[in-house]
């Protein structure tokens, strides 16, 4: 058992480099069963949602080579087993995506439902539609999910709703499909830019990633490839939102500003100040934080995986501000924990409403999902006194090395071992 143990009151200063977007990662390493050829995928981030999806390819048959520490060679040519390993597969929601590459490649596959953070249900109605429409036969049995097809053929695929994974699963599924697929109402983030961009570079022929209409027209090879993963937009906001939260002054490196103009949008209605450039952002703080609203949105609206850090920089800021929750319906859930630290916040349904006091008090606290756990490390590294933060899988979920960049900009945080609950009783 670890924790993060943060000592507050530091201003944040220098640089810090971004890493590979998990978002994307976790969608492009099972794209690579798709290939007919080995590939290389850099700019991998060093997180355990990768290394749980690169020990699922390894377990099924591939060859997985570690060429740098962010850098790895896949080749997929020697899986022959449709089912991903379950103790595996439920430990992450992205998990689903084996669905879609395996049946692409095979026109079947087996997979666990999903598991990762609990934000509340995480139905797969809307990828379990595309494969149909795509002609495959999709059944649930005792948690497990599988999807086979005499042959793929491409459709039109309407999304009830708009859902990332179900447009990139689709994508998936319909890369080597006989004929035109086109996906409507489809999600437009960047992480499925980046899958497209990557399907493309083996040969694929994918146009409107981006849009809310994606055409796919089916190929019958893909080749090898080198890809390197785009920046990780939520890693980036959230060390802005530590460098306004802290009053600090930072360079955020190897970005893209175009994926963080609604973080940006609001930081400086806040009262920050951002000044972008190529491929990095400036922050920095040199006045009072002052209230806003905010609404979770698919993209090109405020990412709802950025809502919990920039509730805890409201509690700091002047005034009363109000966030409503348009995605995760157990979004949520982290406030209780800041309430520990002394936040004045309330919740009614998918709205939370948040009185701003200006200061935070240290507090031992538990990360109850990925962001929230960046959210209470954001609130530590402001509050008076310690804090400790535990269940810090979840953070490692989806954050390179978070403790060592905010080491590197001045933050007083450390991992520590602690005893686990069977050990404490025991004693």
């Known amino acids: 058992m670890e924790k993060f143990v943060v000592k507050g009151g530091r201003r944040l200063h220098g640089e810090v480099e971004i890493s590979g977007a998990k978002n994307a990662a976790v969608g492009i390493i099972p794209a690579v069963i798709l290939s007919d050829e080995p590939c290389i995928l850099e700019n991998v981030p060093d997180i355990s949602d990768v290394s749980i999806s690169l020990r699922i390819l390894y377990e099924m048959g591939a060859g997985v080579q570690t060429i740098a520490r962010n850098t790895f060679r896949i080749d997929p040519s020697g899986i022959m087993n449709f089912c991903v390993p379950y103790e595996s597969a439920r430990q992450m929601r992205a998990s689903y995506y084996f669905l879609g590459a395996l049946l692409g490649k095979f026109n079947k596959a087996r997979v666990s439902m999903p598991g990762g953070c609990p934000l509340g249900d995480r139905p797969i109605d809307q990828h379990l539609k595309a494969f149909s429409a795509l002609g495959a036969e999709c059944s649930i049995d005792h948690g497990m999910v599988d999807v086979t097809a005499d042959s793929l053929n491409g459709s039109q695929i309407y999304l009830d709703v708009v859902s990332v994974g179900a447009t990139m699963n689709a994508m998936l599924a319909a890369v080597k499909a006989k004929g035109l697929s086109i996906i ?30 994606i055409k796919i027209r089916g190929v019958d090879y893909l080749k090898g490839t080198t890809y390197s993963v785009i920046p990780d937009q939520i890693e980036a906001g959230t060390f802005m939102v530590a460098a306004a939260a802290t009053g600090g002054d930072i360079l955020v490196k190897n970005i893209i500003p175009k994926h963080l ?60 501000s109000i966030i409503t929750e348009g995605v995760w319906e157990q979004r949520f859930r982290y406030v209780d924990e800041l309430r520990r630290m002394g936040a004045d916040i309330s919740v009614d349904g998918k709205v939370a409403v948040i009185e701003g006091t200006g200061h935070l008090q240290g507090a031992p606290v538990k990360a109850c999902d990925l962001r929230a756990g960046a959210a209470l490390i954001i609130a530590g590294l402001a509050a008076v006194g310690v804090t400790e933060v535990e269940d810090i899988h979840h953070i490692e979920r989806g954050y390179d090395n978070l403790d060592r960049k905010l080491q590197l900009l001045g933050a007083d945080i450390v991992k520590k071992s602690f005893p686990g609950a069977s050990v404490k009783k025991a004693l």
């Open 184 to 213: 409507e109402n489809a999600a437009k983030e960047p992480h499925i830019v980046d899958l497209a961009n990557f399907l493309n570079s083996m040969g694929a022929d994918i146009m409107g990633a981006g849009t809310d209409v």
């Open 261 to 320: 103009e609604p973080i940006t949008n609001k930081l400086e209605k806040i009262g920050v100040n951002v000044e972008e450039f190529d491929d990095s952002v400036r922050i920095w703080v040199d006045g009072p934080l002052v209230k806003t609203n905010i609404k979770t949105m698919p993209h090109p609206g405020f990412p709802t995986d950025m809502q919990p850090q920039m509730a805890t920089l409201l509690t700091l800021a002047e005034g009363t």
